[in-house]
Structure formats: C-alpha cells, structure tokens
C-alpha cells in the first residue's frame, strides 16, 4: 500500500447538533446563565468532547479546559484554571484559589472541565466551594466515573457535591440518522451507514467511526473512486486490526 495517501489530512465530519449535542449545549447554557455546576456524563468516543468545543467557541465568556491525570488535585486543577486564564499559578492551596475567586469576580466566566473523571473529592470540593463564592458556572463533563464519583452512593461526606449539581445530562449514542447526517460529505448508501452506526455503537464510540471514515475517505482518494463499503471495511481492518 503506498504510504503517500497518508500524507494529506482527511477533512473531519462538520459539528452535527445530535442529541448528545444538544443535551450538552443545554448543560453548558444552564451553567453559563444561572451560575451553576452541570454534569455531563457518558462512554468515550459519543462526542461530548466536540459539543463542548463548538459551545465555547460559539460565546465569549466561556473558558474549556481539557484535564489529564497531573490535574487531579486541588493544587493541579487550580494551577491548569490559571494557566488558562492567563495568571501567575503558583502559591498553597488558598492562594491559588483566591487568585481564582478574584480573577471569576472580575471577568464572569464559564468554566468547562472535561474528563473531570481525572478530579479527586478534595478537587472536586475545592471547585464547589470556588462556585459557592463566585456564583459563576460551572460544567464537569467525563465518563461515567465522574457520575459515581459526584454521587458517592449518597454517603455524608458527598452529600454537598450531589446537592449543588443542579442539571444532570448522560450523553446518548446516535441515532442511524444522526450518522447520515454527520458523514453526509460523502454520499453513503444504507449498507455504509449501517456500518458506521455500528461502530459508533461499540468500543470507541463514535470517535472511533470518524477515525474509519477518514481513513475510508482517504483510501478511496487514492484510488479515484468513490467512497463505498468495501472502503469503510478496509479502513476499519487497518483501525481495529478485524471486522
């Protein structure tokens, strides 16, 4: 196979508003204008990260900030929070969020936190307290975990947290017409379709099937011919070893 079809970049899907979407954008706008926490929960690979991205572009007051396991801590999700809002993030525990409190006072924003999985309950506490002070938004979006981890099974010490969650959205799979819709750069037949929708059913979720679009698009490039199953098939052989 010549390695030059991998040398230009595959156009990535247009933003679709699907349900998992819209449910994120209805999160966001719950969060932005009352002041409160959102939660959005779901699998990996459902577009939730995508949602998130296109919300914060689309509005001015609005900061993303994509999390990793260093950000974990009180301490480390403070630090990133500055970092991000342009701030010295240096300092103990009280300082870094005072700096935080002065700066939310100051210049009213969103603030978005994905794979808040990654947070621990101090963290978690320490963002509460941050939106109790400053009355500014607050979204935590993550797996599954982020769920659990917000709900404690309704133990004492996670009571606060589970009370000041004020919406709770779970991300949705897409529908097969959703799927036409968001690979609808390239016109697919009902056997194409069928085969996209189930990848975006299983591991990887819907990230998983972009991945295999792209690569299908580009194989099909290659050979001057249009985009079909046989295609998709290849690309997902190379992407997940079978079929």
Not at 30 to 47: R, S
Not at 116 to 143: F, S
Request: glycine content about 6%.
């Amino acid at each position: 196979m010549n390695f030059e079809l991998f040398e230009k970049k595959s156009e990535s899907p247009d933003f679709v508003m699907t349900k998992c979407a819209s449910n994120v954008m209805m999160a966001c706008t719950y969060a932005k204008t009352n002041g409160d926490i959102a939660l959005i929960y779901g699998e990996a690979g459902l577009g939730k990260t995508a949602a998130l991205k296109e919300f914060s572009k689309a509005r001015e007051g609005v900061t993303y900030i994509e999390l990793n396991t260093c950000d974990k801590s009180p301490k480390g999700v403070c630090e990133r929070i500055l970092e991000t809002f342009g701030k010295p993030a240096w300092g103990v525990d009280r300082k870094l969020v005072n700096e935080i409190i002065h700066y939310l006072k100051a210049s009213p924003t969103l603030i978005i936190l994905d794979e808040a999985q990654h947070l621990n309950q101090r963290a978690l506490e320490t963002l509460r307290g941050i939106n109790d002070v400053t009355k500014m938004g607050l979204v935590l979006c993550g797996n599954p975990t982020v769920y659990d981890q917000m709900h404690g099974k309704r133990q004492a010490h996670f009571a606060q947290l589970y009370s000041r969650i004020g919406l709770r959205r779970r991300a949705t799979v897409p529908t097969k017409q959703e799927i036409s819709s968001i690979f609808k750069k390239s016109p697919l037949d009902d056997d194409c379709c069928e085969l996209l929708h189930k990848l975006s059913l299983a591991d990887g979720g819907l990230r998983n099937a972009v991945k295999v679009y792209n690569l299908a698009v580009n194989l099909a490039a290659a050979s001057n011919e249009a985009l079909d199953l046989l295609f998709l098939q290849s690309a997902y052989e190379m992407v997940c070893g079978d079929l």
